[in-house]
């Protein structure tokens, strides 16, 4: 059974930072796509950065472009993302995703993945 566990979400004052981690088991997704979106409330899902397969450039959102940082950990089946310069608007939940035989074209594409965390709260407040 694959599972994605997200850790490290809480609050912080604008202009902070916090580390996401995102821990799989029940199979490795070294050569797979694997990203971060958030949700806010009364807003749709929305890609934030994602990593075609380990080793890759990533991609981001212009949102979070130079402000946050994606990287894989192939030994350890693992995903961070660094968030500086927090902003109220960052504020969501954030989510883990992989999936073992996604297309380039669909990495920021929230359906196209199959697995999926339970999710981390992010609140950027002063």
């Known amino acids: 059974q694959v599972q994605l566990v997200e850790s490290g979400g809480g609050l912080v004052q604008p202009g902070g930072s916090l580390r996401l981690s995102c821990a799989a088991s029940g199979r490795t997704f070294s050569n797979g796509g694997m990203g971060w979106f958030r949700q806010a409330p009364g807003k749709e899902r929305e890609f934030v950065a994602v990593s075609r397969r380990s080793g890759a450039v990533p991609r981001y959102a212009d949102s979070v472009k130079g402000r946050f940082t994606l990287s894989r950990d192939n030994a350890r089946n693992t995903m961070s993302l660094q968030l500086n310069s927090l902003k109220p608007e960052d504020t969501a939940i954030y989510y883990c995703?992989?999936?073992?035989?996604?297309?380039?074209?669909?990495?920021?594409?929230?359906?196209?993945?199959?697995?999926w965390g339970q999710g981390t709260q992010v609140t950027v407040s002063s």
């Open positions: 995703a992989a999936d073992p035989s996604i297309i380039s074209s669909e990495l920021t594409n929230p359906g196209a993945y199959d697995y």
